[in-house]
């Protein structure tokens, strides 16, 4: 099966920080874009960040002294490490890949999630 696989997620409290690692499942990651997104109960998936095929990256404002995006493509994985966790930081967390094909298609991939609660 071919999707980007999340086994982490967890409990942690305020303040406290965890590491999230997806690992591409069937494909191989370096070709393409990979980001982190969220969905809390009753909100919209956000995009939290995302790490380019070379290595850029952007954050959503709210993470962005807080959350970091990482890559080893040796590995062909990908890692979030969440740190000064508040209650707000509760959601499902789902990675992502995604790229252009050669023919100018779109290409993506989606995890199936995993939850991190954060309790005050």
């Known amino acids: 099966q071919v999707q980007p696989v999340e086994p982490g997620g967890g409990l942690v409290q305020l303040g406290g920080l965890l590491r999230l690692p997806c690992a591409a499942s069937?494909?191989?990651?370096?070709?393409?874009?990979m980001s982190w997104y969220r969905q809390a109960p009753g909100k919209e998936r956000e995009l939290v960040p995302t790490?380019?095929?070379?290595?850029?990256?952007n954050y959503k404002d709210a993470v962005k002294d807080r959350f970091a995006i990482s890559r080893d493509n040796e590995k062909n994985m990908v890692y979030l490490q969440m740190n000064s966790l508040k209650p707000k930081d509760t959601a499902v967390y789902f990675c992502?890949?995604?790229?252009?094909?050669?023919?100018?298609?779109?290409?993506?991939?989606w995890g199936q999630g995993t939850q991190v609660t954060v309790s005050a």
């Open positions: 790490i380019t095929t070379g290595d850029l990256t």
């Open positions: 992502n890949a995604h790229r252009i094909s050669t023919y100018h298609t779109p290409i993506g991939y």
């Open positions: 069937g494909f191989t990651s370096s070709p393409f874009s």
